[in-house]
């Protein structure tokens, strides 16, 4: 900001160009939003590699067709961002597509840049499935939690065991918690629930329903340009 301050003194001297303000602005916003996005980033778990599972829901075919499509849009993301990505669970539909698959996204932040994915994701589009050329509705529902670090060593001794008995009221621990915290944010995969809507027809726009922020460039997205997505959710809703 000292910088950028200095230039512009520069510039109403006439000792530097419009382009060279400019230029220096530019800089400024760039580090400034860096600073914004590690602030965002900022919660425990988001530094942490994370766990992505996708489910078809309402749909049939079609949604597990919208599944296979969601899968190979985070794929990208994950390698466009340079993160290692696993397949470590997978059940295929009963003609096309896939009705559930979890992959895992390992490297720093990972958790911390998909945890705003999750959430039911709906598309519209005209169905290569039917024969009639029908716009269909389709649903899936996008899971991301954080990838825990098991490789932890904890040694106790025994003679500092101690035992107590208690009768079970439900389900305790922070673990418990952590994830009951987390699958409270689950929604049925349905009408009204979606956190996202993708149109391919009859016009293409794909749109957050929590931050308002959309694109027409339907393609760019489905091959993993996400980040601008991304980043309206963390900026609108950071740690919460």
């Known amino acids: 900001m000292d910088d950028l301050a200095l230039?512009?003194?520069?510039?109403?001297?006439?000792?530097?160009?419009e382009q060279e303000v400019e230029?220096?602005?530019?800089?400024?916003l760039l580090l400034l939003e860096d600073i914004?996005?590690?602030?965002?980033?900022?919660?425990?778990?988001?530094?942490?590699s994370c766990v992505v599972q996708i489910n078809a829901g309402a749909g049939g075919t079609e949604s597990c067709d919208w599944v296979e499509m969601l899968m190979r849009m985070y794929i990208m993301w994950g390698t466009k961002n340079g993160?290692?990505?696993k397949e470590t669970d997978r059940t295929d539909g009963d003609t096309v597509g896939i009705k559930s698959i979890t992959l895992e996204f390992e490297g720093e932040y990972a958790f911390g840049y998909l945890k705003g994915e999750n959430g039911v994701h709906r598309l519209v589009r005209i169905s290569p499935f039917d024969s009639n050329a029908k716009r269909h509705t389709s649903f899936a529902s996008v899971y991301a939690y954080p990838l825990i670090d098991d490789t932890i060593e904890i040694d106790v001794n025994p003679g500092e065991i101690e035992f107590e008995t208690f009768r079970a009221g439900g389900?305790?621990?922070?673990?418990?918690?952590?994830v009951n915290i987390i699958e409270g944010n689950k929604k049925k995969i349905e009408w009204g629930s979606q956190i996202r809507n993708y149109v391919f027809q009859p016009y293409k726009l794909i749109k957050d329903v929590r931050t308002g922020y959309e694109t027409s460039n339907v393609q760019a997205v489905m091959d993993g340009d996400l980040n601008d997505?991304?980043?309206?959710?963390?900026?609108?809703?950071?740690?919460s």
């Open 36 to 48: 914004e996005f590690k602030n965002m980033l900022s919660g425990k778990e988001d530094v942490l």
């Open 83 to 85: 993160y290692k990505i």
């Open 7 to 17: 230039m512009y003194d520069y510039y109403k001297q006439g000792e530097a160009t």
């Open 23 to 28: 230029q220096q602005y530019q800089s400024t």
């Open 171 to 178: 389900a305790g621990g922070q673990n418990v918690n952590k």
């Open 229 to 239: 997505f991304i980043k309206a959710y963390l900026m609108e809703y950071g740690n």
